[in-house]
Each structure stands twice: as C-alpha cells, then as structure tokens.
C-alpha cells in the first residue's frame, strides 16, 4: 500500500509562488505516472498536471500552463509542483495521486489514479 505525503502548501499573495511536494512511503513511484489535481469550494476534482514515469513527458491543464511545473526526483520518490503567477482561482485543495497501472505513457483521468494523497490547501489572496 503506497502513501502519498503532499506538504509546501499555505497563504500567498496574487502573483507570488509556491513550491508542493509529494513523497511517496511503501512503493517506488519509478514505474509510474504521477499526477497532481485540485478541488476548489463547491467545485469538482479537477486535473492540474501529469509527468510520466520516465519524466520525458508532462501533461498540464490549459489554466495553468506556463506557470505550474512538474517534475519528479525517482531517487527521492517525490514529486514536485512549483506554482508561479499565482492567481486567486489557483485557491484549492491540491492532491498527489499515482497511477494504477505501470508504465502507462501518461493520464490526465482522476479514474487511472489509484491512491491519493490527504492534500495541502494553496489560498491565493488578491
């Protein structure tokens, strides 16, 4: 059973930047798609972004590209989200999630996500 561990979140100001963090315990994430996705107030779960197993390749939502970044460190089995220009309707539960199949090229569908992180709010005041 893999657990998901997101932290870095917290309280910034329109235009500011902030670092989120995913390390994974009990399996390797080296095999596997990881995936980053938000929840607003009274909003549904929503895709933020995607990075292959390999790395090689990044997938990310129309609303936040060229401002989020994902990346991952397999050695440190943690994977990152750095998150700048932020903008009040950045404001969310941020979850970490891992793919349910190995090797998948990648995804961007909550269902292919198997296990899930507790979450990390990011506010974005104006």
């Known amino acids: 059973q893999v657990q998901l561990v997101e932290s870095g979140g917290g309280l910034v100001q329109a235009g500011g930047s902030l670092r989120l963090s995913c390390a994974a315990r009990?399996?390797?994430?080296?095999?596997?798609?990881m995936g980053w996705f938000r929840q607003a107030p009274g909003k549904e779960r929503e895709f933020v972004a995607a990075?292959?197993?390999?790395?090689?390749?990044?997938y990310y939502a129309d609303s936040v590209k060229g401002r989020f970044t994902i990346s991952r460190d397999n050695a440190k089995n943690t994977v990152y989200l750095e998150m700048n220009s932020l903008k009040p309707e950045d404001t969310a539960v941020y979850y970490c999630?891992?793919?349910?199949?190995?090797?998948?090229?990648?995804?961007?569908?909550?269902?292919?996500?198997?296990?899930w992180g507790q979450g990390t709010q990011v506010t974005v005041s104006s």
């Open positions: 990075i292959s197993w390999g790395g090689s390749n990044t």
């Open positions: 999630a891992i793919d349910n199949q190995v090797f998948r090229w990648i995804s961007t569908m909550a269902r292919d996500f198997g296990s």
């Open positions: 009990g399996r390797t994430i080296k095999i596997y798609t």
